[in-house]
């Protein structure tokens, strides 16, 4: 199916929530602003679950900036009208609009009904099989498709990432009342690029200011999950599609966090 023919099967919807039983658990990865890494924490979160041996996916639902293709090394396209996912090197089912595109480098020019429509289309339409986990990478903002995920797709949480400017700081706001007003659970805040490590001397360097996230995590009464370096190592991953070999704890910190203890899938 190719991404002119999605689009003509996306047709306006209600907003009621839309089950998938097969999939136990749905945690989304949202942010106020762009830049900040959004994408390459939901490709560690995703990663990080798989490892622990859990059946696990992604919805890409950023779908006019779509990344985690690119990040996994994926580029074949989907070829069912069950819109199978493709899957990573360890076996992650991925759904991104980049992956029906003729040119992963060609725009997508769609408004506001199109793309809430695509992301409906992908949880309910796509032939995920049984999930442990579906994270589902969100655009930066609170616009159409963070509040069509919000609306139709029965959450457990969001985590929401940041970076130590103050800008960063006080847009994440928006996206933590966000999802309080739609009475979704906020998992944890993770604060992006937080320092550099000079691989000279091995001091830390604070290249964005000092961190605010552990601020931000208190005075708004959630769960502060990491402070995560800039890395050189990770930067080079997501750009080869090799992000699966890079080293994080950043799965087991939200499990620790939130006590999310649950057996695999069979």
């Known amino acids: 199916m190719s991404a002119d023919g999605l689009a003509k099967n996306i047709k306006n919807e209600g907003m009621e929530k839309i089950l998938r039983p097969d999939v136990k658990h749905v945690i989304a990865v949202m942010s106020g602003k762009g830049g900040v890494g959004k994408s390459s924490i939901t490709a560690l979160l995703a990663a990080g679950a798989r490892k622990e041996g859990f059946k696990t996916g992604i919805l890409d639902a950023d779908i006019t900036g779509p990344s985690i293709p690119c990040m996994f090394g994926l580029k074949t396209s989907p070829e069912s009208k069950k819109l199978t996912p493709a899957e990573s090197s360890l076996g992650i089912k991925i759904i991104s609009l980049n992956l029906f595109l003729v040119n992963e480098d060609d725009p997508v020019i769609w408004r506001g009904p199109l793309i809430g429509g695509a992301v409906k289309q992908f949880w309910k339409d796509v032939d995920w099989g049984k999930l442990d986990y579906l994270f589902i990478d969100l655009p930066p903002g609170t616009a159409d498709a963070p509040l069509t995920v919000m609306q139709s797709i029965p959450l457990d949480g969001v985590v929401v990432v940041s970076s130590p400017q103050d800008l960063a700081g006080r847009i994440v706001k928006k996206a933590l009342k966000m999802a309080k007003s ?63 070999t890079f080293s994080s704890n950043l799965f087991k910190q939200l499990l620790d966090s939130q006590k999310l203890k649950m057996k695999k899938s069979v």
């Open 182 to 244: 739609m009475s979704i659970p906020v998992l944890g805040l993770v604060e992006n690029m937080s320092y550099f490590t000079c691989p000279h001397c091995g001091d830390k360097i604070n290249i964005f200011g000092p961190p605010k996230g552990e601020k931000v995590a208190r005075e708004t009464g959630i769960p502060f999950l990491a402070s995560l370096p800039l890395d050189e190592d990770l930067s080079h991953c997501c750009d080869n599609g090799t992000v699966e």
